[in-house]
């Protein structure tokens, strides 16, 4: 089974409660739960993590950013972060008013 290093260390730095939801995934399993055909959790270069509060997941949307994760998603109605390695770069916040960009207090900590 293929975990990407990268999350691991992610997983290793947060100082937080947190649950990981999903990580790598068959590709029937996939299917099953609506994921992208070419989902990064089929080669388990993508994560789903729950946090217990909205601030746990602010902060760990921080550390993935500051860390460099090209995909992420924080998901507010759920305190849900998605993270996976690329090479697309995107950030999105989800509400319950549908998808955004996330913040720009979130964006300035990205790599140089």
Known sequence: MNLN??????CNVLRM???????RSSPDHNKAVGGAPKSKHITGDAADLTFDTVADLEAATE?????????VEMDVTNNHLHIDVGPRVWRVLKTSHGYSNLP???LSSSPA
């Open 17 to 23: 409660p947190f649950s990981v939801q999903r990580w």
């Open 5 to 10: 290093l990268r999350i691991f260390e992610f």
């Open 104 to 106: 720009a207090r979130f």
């Open 63 to 71: 550390q993935a950013i500051e860390m460099g994760f090209e995909g």
